[in-house]
């Protein structure tokens, strides 16, 4: 395994947990509001989050990359604010991954919610429960197999994403290098014993994510009742 | 006491009606599709009715000309369905308990064990919703439903599942202490023989208008008549 590029190993992962991790926190929120609200904007709010799940990513990549960079000016003021534009740095990636592995993160919990038993969020609104409680009480606990999924999903479709991290990373060694990348440029030099190990490592990552999911629901399921004390 | 006046639509069904109700036991009965579960989530809060207003003891829960819909869960009302639809992550006390956050452990755990009691299920408290009957499930919803001492119950065919005696016994025992604690009650059913059991105050639905309102022995009489037949013929 000597010529696989560690960093940029560290730095997949890196990006990978912090998406899922931002991108849960956004997700338990709107999947709730898509499943329980009654707004006439639910259908724009699903076809905008859906959209990058049609989009080809490089379009999505340029489009950042335009709006990220020094031409516009939203990117002129976060580059001000930051001291550094936003295209071609780790926090840019971070933005389009964000955005591009959005879908993966909500569609699954909105589904996962929307299953749900509407008696039981009736009995749950009748007990006294506010939006809050009913997402932490009742949804949440209820949807955790699809809240599990959205992680993993997340996860693995941010460690493999290539064409919006090229469009709006490029290649720097630390900073947007990811294991996409280290992958294509070992294929592009022909070196296809280091490709093949790169292939490989990425291709672990995600058995072990999938057998994570397959496995999580008999492990939650030997869990005890809670109970009242 | 309960007042409403009210018109509510869903797809082609309108439920229309206007009545007041003072009774602590009422029963709507009425046919399947005459309107009887529209009208209890109505009042729980659960819909919203597109003209008109309810009134609970002089509180409007909701007045549609003043844009008021007052939340479910502020409105102090208990409601059971025939689905139990029990939080299966939790145990039978931790559901019970669930409308009881705001109390402290101890008094919490008092009435859950009450509750249990009232509904004949004080051996269920540890077990999960999964290892419940279907009639074990709706007496843990019931005693869900009731154990945050609502103003007003609303009871749609809560115990469909039990056998009629274990029933009837049932519905005898939460009549008795609902009345004790002064707790407004209305029973949804389209079984006759509930209706005039209890001897309630009878509110009549037929296709979502209000067609008769009174003592069980005088609204439900053709019904009564007809029940008495059908047992003398079976008699002989």
Redesign the interface.
């Known amino acids: 395994m000597a010529s696989i590029d560690w960093q940029a190993f560290a730095l997949t992962l890196r990006l990978a947990a912090l998406t899922t991790v931002i991108l849960l926190v956004v997700a338990v929120p709107t999947a709730s509001w898509l499943v329980l609200g009654r707004s006439r904007l639910r259908p724009l709010v699903e076809a905008l989050t859906g959209l990058p799940l049609i989009l080809p990513p490089t379009v999505l990549g340029f489009y950042l990359l335009v709006l990220l960079g020094p031409r516009t000016a939203p990117g002129r003021l976060i580059g001000q604010i930051l001291g550094h534009p936003l295209a071609f740095s780790f926090a840019g990636l971070v933005v389009g991954s964000c955005l591009y592995s959005l879908p993966f993160a909500i569609q699954p919990l909105a589904a996962g919610f929307a299953a749900i ?1 509407p ?2 969020l ?9 939006r809050v ?1 009913l997402v932490g ?2 949804l949440i ?2 949807a955790m197999r699809s809240l599990i999924a959205a992680g993993v999903l997340t996860f693995l479709h941010t460690v493999g994403e290539f064409g919006v991290v090229l469009m709006l990373g490029g290649d720097i060694p630390g900073a947007t290098r990811t294991l996409s990348i280290v992958l294509y440029n070992q294929v592009e030099n022909f070196d296809y014993g280091a490709a093949n190990q790169t292939a490989l490592l990425m291709l672990l990552l995600s058995v072990v994510a999938l057998v994570l999911i397959y496995s999580r629901p008999r492990l939650l399921s030997s869990l005890p ?5 | 006491m309960i007042e409403m006046d009210l018109r509510a639509r869903r797809g082609d069904f309108t439920l229309e009606l206007a009545c007041r109700i003072d009774s602590t036991w009422t029963v709507v009965f009425g046919p399947s599709g005459s309107g009887k579960t529209s009208l209890l989530r109505l009042i ?1 809060g ?1 819909d919203v009715p597109h003209r008109g207003r309810i009134e609970v003891d002089g509180e409007a829960l909701t007045e549609c000309a003043q844009r008021i819909h007052l ?4 409105r102090r ?3 059971a ?1 025939q ?1 139990p ?7 039978v ?2 559901n ?4 009881l ?1 705001a109390l402290p ?1 101890e008094e ?2 008092t009435r ?1 064990a009450k509750m249990l009691d009232l509904v004949g299920a004080a051996g269920l ?2 077990r ?1 919703p999964r290892d419940l009957s279907g009639g074990e499930a709706q007496r843990v ?1 019931l005693a ?2 009731l154990a ?1 001492q609502p103003r007003l119950v609303l009871l749609d065919e809560p115990l469909s599942a039990l056998d009629g005696p274990t029933r009837d016994q049932l519905l005898d025992r939460l009549k008795s202490r609902l009345a004790a604690q002064g707790t407004q009650t209305i029973l949804v059913t389209h079984d006759a023989a509930d209706a005039l059991a209890t001897e309630a105050e009878v509110v009549l639905l037929d296709r979502g208008r209000l067609t008769g309102q009174g003592p069980a022995a005088a609204i439900l009489a053709a019904e009564r008549r007809r029940l008495l037949d059908r047992l003398s013929q079976m008699t002989g």
């Open positions: 038993d008696n039981m009736d009995a749950a609104r009748l007990l006294g429960a506010g409680r009480t009742v606990p209820i009742e809670r109970h009242h004390d | 729980a659960l939340a479910p869960g502020r009302i208990g409601y369905t689905h639809a029990l939080f299966p992550h939790l145990s006390a931790a019970i308990g669930y409308g956050a452990r919490r755990n859950v408290a540890g999960a919803a869900r439903a945050p």
